[in-house]
């Protein structure tokens, strides 16, 4: 049996708006984005957020903006109003955050909303209320806008139901204002819950402070971890930080990318990012980064979702270039003993000086990599070196360099438990990995040797014969050219074997039958599902790790002076191919603490 279709009618006004609400307000955190970043389009260089039960009860965000005229506060609240812009072509070209005139109305249709405000030159403020006659009333209030959301969802019982327990909807509130605090380090944002504070935002009036914002926002460890990305060409403006790869993370969790000051995913960046960190990288490894992207309004559609968290970029492939290798220089500047801006002290690898607040109490000991000398002022180490001089006399004698100058990752002393390289430096002891260390200088030469097919092979006295599986041994088969041009030559001598004939002479010494299986293992679990172009390096480092010094090798001064020199001429030597440190330093200052011995 059928039944009868009801008949087609027009939605009311309310139900439009409340379907509209489904779309970008989803729970207490959508409602401060919307008004918060009304706040910023309004030129707000303050915003008080206060917030009770989760946002549930209430939600009160005010602002010292530009305020809104009396008599067009009805106009606020209607569906599809905006004073932001007024034809298409204004679309193309939006620089404000909001720009479709709903959210006001969205959030009214789901709560008790009353907005109250007030311009500079207005002798009173006005309020009015979204429910019932919706007039204008006279009330108290500097100049600015308070918006008040009450009861959000009380009449949305559907709705009501998704939202999770108090704490967790605060969570996501307190996320969203720290990442708009992030966002935007100039203005001044407070946050209250329950009448309690809990954030109190001061705005970040140069580089360090910006950075304690991201590091609220991502830890301390990210801000002790990251590098300063400053690059402009081609109208493009790229400013941030990204985490060192030794600070990576297993999630995605930690990348915070703005266009123009909105918050965005971006698929073809995220590809940038990726390709950057790519040979520094574990796989599955997630580096942390907060980076401003700036250009042209024109050049980015902003109208693409429905929150707006993502944007459509007119000219995608040039910005995934740019962006690629603004970060690739940046990774590549970790070079051993050197920092990204080349200033005094030249000793960390690149990272951004994290200033703590004075007295401020370490919550992070520095006893992690690169982390030695930063929190140090420079004068202060010039100080402690010249006392430092005056009062002892140096373990060993630095033999003088042409330029008079030591290197900077110093002079070995002595090897310790056969993993270890001790060395002296201007600032105190160095601390390496030599395998680690020693694996990074392989592999950067095996790299740099391959891109100019220059890869020297060397024969074995004897061929050697490997077992392998089946599917190796067709790997051998049918990669046996690439190889070749690594300078690994085998062949396959039975369905079961291969034979090793060279191998790259750097790798001289290394377990031909080892480092044979290895990567044949490798072309046979990879080989297939993924393009060479993307496994070579990761072959390139498996072959790296076999020609490098094992621990516990016994190595000369010499010998260990070789690998000090050859780690500060190779890039990104600060880590090793799976973004391990590679060394570390212990500053004078450090080891007087240590010792308790004040200066
Ligand atoms: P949109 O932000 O897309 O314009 P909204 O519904 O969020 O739409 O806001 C409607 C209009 O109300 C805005 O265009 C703006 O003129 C005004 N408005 C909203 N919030 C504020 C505020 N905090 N300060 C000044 N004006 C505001
Ligand atoms: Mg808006």
Redesign the pocket.
Known sequence: MLHAMPSIRPLSPELVNQIAAGEVIERPASVVK?LAE??L??SAHRIDIEIEQGGMRLIRVR?D????AADELPL?LAPH????IASFDDLTRVASM????????SIASVSRMAIT?RRAGDDHGTRIEAQGAQTPRPAAQPAG?T?EVRDLFHAVPARRKFLRAERTEFGHIDELVRSLALARPDVEFRLLHNGKPVRMLKPAADESAQLQRAGDLLGDAFARNCLRIEHAAAGLRLSGWIGLPTASRAQADQQYFHVNGRLVRDKSVAHAVRQAYEDVLYHGRHPAFVLFLELDPAAVDVNVHPAKREVRFRDARLIHDFMFHALRDAVAGTRAGETGSGSFPPVMVGAAPYRRMENEPDPFPPRQFGLGVREAPVDAYAALLDTRMADSVPAAPLPDTESGEAPPLGYALAQLAGIYILAENEYGLVLVDMHAAHERVTYEKLKAARDSHQVRAQHLLVPEAVAVSEREAAAAEEYAETLAGYGLELDRSGPRQVTVRRIPAMLDGADAAQLARDVLGELAEHGNSRRLEELQNELLSTMACHGSVRAHRRLTIPEMNALLREMEATERSGQCNHGRPTWTQLSIAELDKLFLRGR
């Open positions: 919307e009304n706040s389009d309004a602002d903006g530009a305020g809104i606020a109003a905006t004073s932001k909001g720009f479709r005139g709903e959210a006001l109305a405000s806008t918006v």
